[in-house]
């Protein structure tokens, strides 16, 4: 059917004319009927279009029908009716669906997000500009999505080092997917951003132990063979993992496995870059101030002064002909304060050579630095040891275990090896030089190793890969016993002329140890809260018990979230210990007691 536009506009013209100075002719004698006529149709083809449609295919014929409505308005009708008659649109096709639509099953918003559908969530975005609330309806879909996936990524971890490192990657994909969507979607929309913010935030502080999984995540970055990466594909890893660090609340949790993973890829010089380390120190710093890395710098420090010490003691030793037996000593200097807590009980009987050896650096220190402590910290030293095989190699019967033979010593040509030990399993391997056979417990009582420490140390000579098992364990049991006895395993052989003993330790805290440093953390916390409120008292002189929780949580937030009731015993303690007093008017007024 050809219909004029010339005689349309005229007429509608006309009756514009009419009103002489107003269009109310216009409107009650033609717009209002056709505004009303427009708003029954498009109620009717919004309803055929949604029940033969997908979301997508509908939000795209939308879109057509507000254009071609528009072009229409334009030639056919008075210019300020195509506000109006867009409007009607609007209304009867987007506002009256809108849950409909974003929540369409099989094609709704989740739909697009699930299956990467950039494009129609973008058609939908700038579709939904048009009413009120549109965006607001779409973001609240994507937020119900994202912490679904959230939650379920904080689900399926389970506790073992390799599936943290895996949980904090699908976090950073999980990141990386929404900023996609936020970039070429969303319009960079403060709106969804802010959203996704909050999300992550969330679901990332679900799991208790992100703190210490992020920590592991870096941790393996940093250290030496990161799979794959170059120095600048790690710097880009970093940048993304302060991402996830920003949304921890517990970042003092996360401080305390950080720093205790820094002073062993240091002290065992794991470490890939000093460079990579110190920028991410850097990072840290300005995301969290000074106090939070002073420790950490402090660590890098204490490595830097004791390269600088061990060349002066190898020099000292050459001008003073001193013999240390052909031991070769490196010792860190580490300042207390700035390094992990060491265990209370961490000593240990040092063969005797080794024990001069010492004793020579001790003296030397002491005489450069009068007055100072030194403390022998056993615990996380190394040692390249040299050890001499006789026994004929035997071939892996393939069960796994291997039992003591009798071997003769002259029909085999000796073997040497340089074994890549822990100092206390250095401690064991010299004990076997004075005795052929040695127990569990009469190890524990020469070597004054504590019996956790003992069992950690034997467990990978005696029980772990076939081309590491140093000793042979008399027993058959799958676990070491105080009456256990060990022999050397005279028929150990290897490819390797340097052979690493990997320590057999979970990467991540057993249940126990994690309740300790959980436990030093509510002490650290401690001493923070009590700083808070007596700087924050000390200002203000008198503050009301609510004014005085809110500002401790303010100050506090970027580094842990203290409770409100962990903070109230804190001020019952500072009270008890004269730093606050009640106002005898009012018991929820405190005082700052000079």
Known sequence: MFV???????????????????????????????????????????????????????????AVRINEEAERAVHYLDKSTEERIIRVLEEELITKHIKTIVEME??????????????????????????????????????????????????????????????????????????????????EDKTFKKRINSDFEFFINLNQRSPEYLSLFIDDKLKKGAKDLGDQEVEVVLDKAMMLFRYLEEKDVFERYYKQHLAKRLLLNKSASDDAEKNMISRLKTECGCQFTCKLEGMFKDISLSNTTAEDFRLYVAQKQINLHGIDLTVRVLTTGFWPTQTTHNQCN????????????????LNKHNGRQLTLQPSLGSVDLTAIFYGKPKDDDGDGESRPTTTTVTSTKERKHTLQVSTYQMVILMLFNTKVSWSFEEMHQESDISEKDLHRALLPLSMGKANQRIFLKESKTKEIQSSDRFVVNDSFTSKLFRVKINPMTAKLESDPERQETRNKVDDDRKHVIDAALVRIMKTRKTMTHTQLISEVIHQLKARFMPSPVFIKKRIESLIERDYLSRSMDDRKMYTYVA
């Open 106 to 187: 099989n094609s709704g918003v989740y739909h697009m997000l699930k299956f990467n559908k950039c494009d129609d969530l973008a058609t939908m975005y700038r579709l939904f500009e048009r009413v009120p609330n549109g965006h607001l309806t779409i973001a609240d879909c994507m937020s119900s999505y994202l912490r679904e996936q959230g939650r379920a990524l904080v689900a399926d971890n389970t506790d073992d080092g390799k599936n943290a490192i895996t949980y904090v990657q699908n976090l950073l994909d999980l990141k990386d997917t929404f900023d996609h969507f936020l970039k070429n979607a969303f319009n």
């Open 4 to 62: 004029s536009r010339s005689a349309v506009k005229n007429a509608c013209q006309m009756l514009m004319n009419l009103g002489i100075d107003n269009r109310s002719v216009y409107a009650e004698d033609f717009e209002t009927p056709f505004l009303q006529q427009s708003a029954e149709f498009y109620r009717l083809e919004s309803q055929k279009l949604l029940a033969e449609n997908s979301a997508s295919v509908y939000i795209r014929k939308v």
């Open 350 to 365: 040092l063969p005797t050579m080794v024990r001069e050896a010492y004793q020579c650096f001790h003296q030397f220190y």
